[in-house]
């Protein structure tokens, strides 16, 4: 066998969703990622350490070698390996085995190669959910057609906790735990999120009367982006019922057998 001949069959043993040899390896695969995130999560566990550690870490060690061989074995048999390479699941992959190497070095580094679990959404193609991508996609145009109400929200919020904090720390003072403007917005954040630690409140009866005031605005605001994105995915959804929507400009609708934009021209 020539070596273009094995690129060849390594690509749709690796690559090939919807071949017998592909959906095996997928599978094979993920059962794989399954174990090593499950050593990950049980090495952390310090009884099980003490005990096991030198097994878990061996096997853990084992799976690592394993994923970085076939990260290569990607690079040496796709077409064009610097786009896979740059590719969502081709820097997941490569984030996958780097803590590994990284905690020779760094400790406590090996503990993030949990990121490894995010390789189990190649399931999704063994598994036939290729229903659900339209679904996603009203999902990610809602949130990317909302991006600029939700920035000017956070915005808004930002601008209220700065100086509901800075007022607190006025009020209160250090003589009641409120150190620093800067502690004193963070208890406003966990405030207005209804968070509620409890490491810091307020004595005085000015800044109970400022904190109450805050509680309530944050019942008010705390909903807002939710509403906002449902209504986004409401339009979104009608819009996809009613015809296609331009994922550039966002608009339509469009004949269901159009190919370009009617508004911007871009390809639909």
């Known amino acids: 066998m020539n070596k273009q001949a094995l690129r060849n069959k390594l690509y749709v043993i ?25 050593l990950t999560m049980l090495q952390s566990v310090p009884a099980i350490r003490a005990a096991y550690g030198p097994w878990v870490s061996g096997l853990n060690a084992a799976f690592t070698v394993l994923f970085t061989i076939e990260y290569l074995l990607r690079l040496y048999c796709s077409n064009k390996p610097l786009k ?3 590719s969502f699941f081709g820097v997941v992959d490569l984030m996958a085995v780097l803590p590994f190497y990284l905690g020779l ?5 090996e503990f993030l190669d949990v990121i490894k679990v995010l390789r189990m959404l190649r399931i999704f193609r063994v598994l036939k959910m290729a229903q659900y991508v339209g679904e996603a996609d009203i999902l990610m145009n809602s949130l990317m057609a909302s991006r600029r ?16 904090g800075t007022l607190m720390y006025a009020i209160e003072g250090e003589e009641h735990g409120f150190n ?10 966990i405030t207005v999120t209804t ?9 005085t009866p000015l800044g109970q009367t400022l904190a109450a005031f805050l509680m309530i605005i944050a019942y008010s605001i705390i909903a807002v982006p939710t509403g906002i994105i449902t209504a986004e995915v ?3 959804t009608a819009m996809k019922r009613r015809g296609k929507t331009c994922p550039s400009c966002k608009r339509g609708p469009h004949d269901t057998d159009a190919t370009h934009c009617k508004f911007c021209g871009g390809a639909l």
């Not at 969703?17 to 794989?32: N, R, Y």
């Not at 109400?149 to 509901?164: D, S």
């Not at 620093?180 to 954040?189: D, E, F, G, T």
């Open 14 to 38: 690796i690559f090939g969703a919807d071949t017998p040899s592909g959906k095996a390896f997928d599978v094979a695969l993920f059962m794989a990622i399954l174990l090593s995130v499950g």
């Open 84 to 86: 896979y390479a740059r």
């Open 105 to 109: 070095f760094i400790d406590n580094a």
């Open 149 to 164: 109400k939700i920035g000017i929200f956070l915005v808004t919020v930002l601008t209220l906790v700065i100086i509901v």
């Open 180 to 189: 620093s403007i800067p502690q004193s917005v963070y208890w406003a954040i």
């Open 195 to 203: 968070v509620g630690y409890g490491d810091m409140a307020p004595e």
């Open 234 to 236: 409401g339009l979104s």
